[in-house]
Nanobody, 123 residues
Framework: QLLESGGGLVQPGESLRLSCKASGRTIDYAMGWFRQAPGKQREFVGSAVRTDNTRYGESVKGRFSASRDNTNNMAYLQMNSLKPEDSAIYYC????????????????????WGQGTQVTVSS
């Protein structure tokens, strides 16, 4: 199971850090972040496949940073310079790196999802 936290209402230009707590060990899992705004498809935000292997969606590159702490089975998404268009429900997801196929930027690659946390960026 995955449990996200840290969402909320912020003003444009501000920062938030989302946390994702896994109930099991994360060491064999890629940890991904996706988001879904009302009326839109779920979108890849970023992933931390390993501590030193991260990737990001084009719309958040340079502003968001994904990280992980395998000791505490946690994943994080640091979001800086937030914009109103970043408003969405953010989901944490896990994909076993030893099985499965496909890109870690594709949601189909992930088999465990959190319940989501709302992020709203508004003045």
């Amino acid at each position: 199971q995955l449990l996200e936290s840290g969402g909320g209402l912020v003003q444009p230009g501000e920062s938030l850090r989302l946390s994702c707590k896994a109930s099991g060990r994360t060491i064999d899992y890629a940890m991904g972040w996706f988001r879904q705004a009302p009326g839109k498809q779920r979108e890849f935000v970023g992933s931390a496949v390993r501590t030193d292997n991260t990737r990001y969606g084009e719309s958040v590159k340079g502003r968001f940073s994904a990280s992980r702490d395998n000791t505490n089975n946690m994943a994080y998404l640091q979001m800086n310079s937030l914009k109103p268009e970043d408003s969405a429900i953010y989901y944490c997801a896990a994909a076993n790196v030893r099985s499965g196929r496909g890109s870690f930027s594709d949601e189909i690659r992930y088999d465990t999802w959190g319940q989501g946390t709302q992020v709203t960026v508004s003045s």
